[in-house]
């Protein structure tokens, strides 16, 4: 069993940036596509960015151009970097690892292992 562990999330001002990481434990990422998805209170649980094993990616248009998704430290983590960070940006992330090595799907059954999530808050 892959447990994902997410870091990085806490509060923030609009317009703030954020980064955010996903590791595990005793077991290597990268060789198959990944992607960050959130879910704010009351709302389904969305795909927002996602990242295959070559490196290509996809991106929620709520996020395009804001938010980039990068595989560190020899792909062994997997990291988003959140910037001009928004109020509707609030919710819980979660990273979770796919079932396929160059899928860059949001649909949540494409994905075996998720994270326990980190809590993302922007407010002024």
């Known amino acids: 069993q892959v447990q994902l562990v997410e870091s990085g999330g806490g509060s923030v001002e609009p317009g703030g940036s954020l980064r955010l990481s996903c590791g595990a434990s005793g077991y290597t990422l990268g060789n198959y596509a990944m992607a960050w998805f959130r879910q704010a209170p009351g709302k389904e649980r969305e795909g927002i960015a996602a990242i295959n094993r070559d490196g290509g990616d996809r991106y929620a248009e709520s996020v395009q151009g804001r938010f980039t998704i990068f595989w560190d430290n020899g792909k062994n983590t997997l990291g988003l970097q959140m910037n001009d960070l928004k109020p509707e940006d609030t919710a819980m992330y979660y990273c979770?690892?796919?079932?396929?090595?160059?899928?860059?799907?949001?649909?949540?059954?494409?994905?075996?292992?998720w994270g326990q999530g980190t809590q993302v808050t922007v407010s002024s």
């Open positions: 979770a690892e796919g079932k396929s090595y160059y899928g860059t799907s949001f649909d949540r059954i494409a994905y075996n292992y």
